[in-house]
Nanobody
Framework: VQLQASGGGLVPPGGSLRLSCQAS????????MGWYRQAPGKERELVAR???????SILDSMKDRFDISRDGVKNAVFLQMSSLKPEDTAVYYC????????WGQGTLVTVSS
């Protein structure tokens, strides 16, 4: 499974950003996907995940600002982030689970004025 993430960049505080990730490879059907992030000097943490059937789980501290969704046909996942704060600055990693966990290359989100 290969994961290609996109959508990172520089955004001012209070702004919004949408990350996208497309899974490809020998995938027989819909798979669980999600997003992690790692801020400078901090451990990697789970942001949100969505199951193959569409069940959503988002870190409590982000539920009011972040939303995860997926394409209903393809194994593509999206992370909509709003009201971004400087502490949201991190490398965001797309993940997928099919027999094991796969990681994308990461996309940098920088929240700064």
């Amino acid at each position: 499974v290969q994961l290609q993430a996109s959508g990172g960049g520089l955004v001012p505080p209070g702004g919004s950003l949408r990350l996208s990730c497309q899974a490809s490879g020998e995938i027989p059907g819909m798979i669980d996907m999600g997003w992690y992030r790692q801020a400078p000097g901090k451990e990697r943490e789970l942001v949100a995940r969505i199951s193959a059937s569409g069940s959503v789980s988002i870190l409590d501290s982000m539920k009011d600002r972040f939303d995860i969704s997926r394409d209903g046909v393809k194994n593509a996942v999206f992370l909509q982030m709003s009201s971004l704060k400087p502490e949201d600055t991190a490398v965001y990693y797309c993940t997928a689970i099919w027999l094991k966990m796969y990681w994308g290359q990461g996309t940098l989100v920088t929240v700064s004025s």
